[in-house]
């Protein structure tokens, strides 16, 4: 009887397992379904079902008009471009932190990584001030790149550095070096063996990242708002204007259904390269395989690696610093103090306070989300259904911002979801953003634990809550910090829906950032640089938080 029981218990286990892991997917799927999936189809049917039929003609007229296919060109040619050159500048700077070993590499890595976190408002605001009118290049030699495709280029390198960098340089500081070693025994040039043995291994990773630099580069809005004016905009850009400035939400709708399958063939690429690096391959331990640099040309690749991340990276930010000091006695930051009754309901620097509760708030709801999610994907062997839901997680990366935020407008002004009032439609838009952060967190790590121990404790009459809390949490409790670090700093620099649905008296600071740029005069452009320096500081101090918490396996893209 007892062998009998025994032999049972394993299938009741895998029946309970199903249905417990349905169970933890059904509050992020309602969650996902009322906040992203109805607002958006809220706003396409808006702009298509007109006057009780759906008007499908509508597609072909939109996209028959010639500002509309310039858009999509440069669109999908900037972000090709950004992603080649941002591949070309990072790939050495992904080499240089994997595989040599020098003093500060640590804080290096937290250097290249700051940018990735920071709100996309803050990183147009830096070159701005660096190839802008006013700004170094424009003090030193008369140089302006602000009205040039090439301002746009180099802020997307700025941004996606660190993307390359991780996920590359991951995988690369994980392959055995005696595999190269062994080709150059064999009589391979240096090239030679990096080109047949290392290359093919880094494919999947390389392929990876340049998908991930294309969809944000893609649907790139802050940068390309300030930087791009009047003469360059992506659909992201377009799909604001047609909503925000002129009303017209038949073409707006057109724009994100483009936009969505876009995103979508783009997901379902980077999916695959995904399946790809995590085939099976020769890895160690990458404690072991960082040296110190030898010979000439290591070193010369270790000094050009720190030029460009000293120009690329530290030097826009260094210049917005610069910028925001200009007027003595630090004037623009006093001004923030001040309500001139113009620009903002309130001063400027209640922008700060609103931005810290709206992120608070938001990584709240991120983390349960997530969180929830991600226990329920923990199992490999997880059904289709399940697995399709993990793919859809990543779609707020890439859905129009600006679509989801004007959609919470039009979606959720009726009871019993009239939210459109309420101080948590932030919250809920910011969120949004940070629920696939906390996922690809967290889940590495979960399914990491093994599985023995959960089941062990389930036989000893353990609940899945005490499961949870005894065996999950001690060791993805670092995880757990981790994803709401990332969380809290995605929220603070949301932009592309906090535009829409943040209330003229409640700014955050982004959206007071450009409120600032909108608007002429050397006071309002020098608060702009104030706050961005003071958003800057914030996602910084988180970021380095981040790197003294994170494990080798989370906080990775």
């Given amino acids: 009887m007892d062998l009998a029981r025994t032999e049972v218990a394993p299938g009741r286990g895998a029946k309970g397992s199903a249905a417990a892991r349905l169970g933890l997917l059904a509050v992020p799927v309602a969650f996902f379904a009322v906040f992203f999936a109805y607002p958006v189809a809220a706003i396409v049917a808006r702009g298509l079902h007109v006057d009780g039929a759906w008007r499908f003609g509508r597609l072909w007229d939109v996209l028959g008009q010639s500002d509309i296919r310039h858009v999509l060109w440069f669109t999908t040619w900037q972000a090709l471009?950004?992603?080649?050159?941002?591949?070309?500048?990072?790939?050495?700077?992904?080499?240089?932190?994997?595989?040599?070993?020098?003093?500060?590499?640590?804080?290096?890595?937290?250097?290249?990584?700051?940018?990735?976190?920071?709100?996309?408002?803050?990183?147009?605001?830096?070159?701005?001030?660096?190839?802008?009118?006013?700004?170094?290049?424009?003090?030193?030699?008369?140089?302006?790149?602000?009205?040039?495709?090439w301002a746009i280029l180099l802020a997307h390198v700025f941004f996606n550095y660190a993307v390359v960098v991780r996920t590359v340089g991951g995988l690369w500081a994980q392959l055995d070096p005696r595999q190269e070693e062994a080709a150059r025994m064999l009589g391979a040039s240096r090239l030679r063996a990096w080109r047949t043995v290392t290359l093919p291994a880094l494919g999947p990773a390389v392929a990876a990242a340049a998908l991930m630099v294309f969809l944000f580069t893609f649907t790139s809005f802050g940068v390309v708002q300030i930087l791009g004016g009047p003469t360059f905009s992506t659909l992201e850009v377009e799909i604001y204007r047609q909503t925000s400035e002129i009303f017209d939400l038949s073409t707006a709708a057109v724009l994100t259904i483009v936009q969505f399958a876009a995103v979508g063939a783009i997901l379902a690429v980077h999916a695959w390269t995904v399946r790809r690096r995590e085939s099976a391959l020769r890895l160690v331990d990458a404690a072991g395989t960082a040296r110190r640099p030898r010979g000439g040309g290591q070193w010369a690749l270790l000094a050009g690696v720190l030029a460009s991340i000293a120009v690329l990276l530290v030097l826009p930010l260094a210049v917005l610093v610069q910028r925001s000091l200009d007027a003595p006695g630090f004037a623009y930051y006093r001004a923030l103090t001040r309500d001139d009754g113009n620009v903002f309901l309130v001063p400027p620097i209640d922008a700060v306070g609103n931005s810290l509760q709206y992120a608070l708030a938001a990584t709240a709801i991120a983390m349960v989300v997530g969180g929830l999610a991600a226990a329920a994907l923990t199992r490999r062997d997880a059904g289709r259904l399940v697995r399709g839901f993990?793919?859809?997680?990543?779609?707020?990366?890439?859905?129009?911002?600006?679509?989801?935020?004007?959609?919470?407008?039009?979606?959720?002004?009726?009871?019993?979801?009239?939210?459109?009032?309420?101080?948590?439609?932030?919250?809920?838009?910011?969120?949004?953003?940070?629920?696939?952060?906390?996922?690809?967190?967290?889940?590495?790590?979960?399914?990491?634990?093994?599985?023995?121990?959960?089941?062990?404790a389930a036989v000893l009459g353990a609940s899945p809550w005490r499961v949870w809390r005894e065996v999950d949490l001690p060791m993805v409790r670092r995880a757990l910090l981790v994803a709401a670090g990332?969380?809290?700093?995605?929220?603070?620099?949301?932009?592309?829906?906090?535009?829409?649905?943040?209330?003229?008296?409640?700014?955050?600071?982004?959206?007071?950032?450009?409120?600032?740029?909108?608007?002429?005069?050397?006071?309002?452009?020098?608060?702009?640089?104030?706050?961005?320096?003071?958003?800057m500081v914030v996602c910084a101090v988180a970021l380095l938080v981040l790197e003294r918490l994170r494990t080798d396996r989370a906080g990775e893209f």
């Fill in 81 to 149: 471009a950004s992603t080649a050159l941002t591949l070309l500048v990072a790939l050495p700077g992904a080499y240089v932190l994997a595989r040599l070993d020098f003093p500060g590499r640590q804080a290096l890595r937290a250097v290249v990584t700051v940018p990735f976190v920071l709100p996309t408002v803050v990183v147009g605001t830096a070159f701005l001030a660096l190839v802008g009118r006013g700004g170094l290049l424009d003090d030193l030699w008369g140089l302006r790149l602000d009205t040039t495709v």
């Fill in 390 to 456: 993990d793919a859809l997680l990543m779609l707020p990366l890439g859905v129009s911002a600006v679509t989801v935020g004007f959609g919470f407008l039009i979606a959720l002004d009726e009871p019993p979801l009239d939210l459109r009032a309420t101080w948590i439609l932030v919250p809920l838009a910011q969120a949004l953003v940070g629920v696939p952060f906390v996922v690809r967190t967290m889940l590495p790590v979960l399914r990491a634990v093994d599985q023995r121990l959960r089941e062990a």
């Fill in 486 to 535: 990332f969380a809290f700093a995605v929220s603070l620099g949301e932009f592309g829906a906090t535009v829409f649905i943040a209330r003229p008296d409640n700014p955050t600071l982004p959206v007071a950032v450009a409120r600032l740029l909108g608007r002429a005069g050397e006071l309002n452009y020098g608060q702009a640089m104030a706050l961005s320096t003071i958003l």
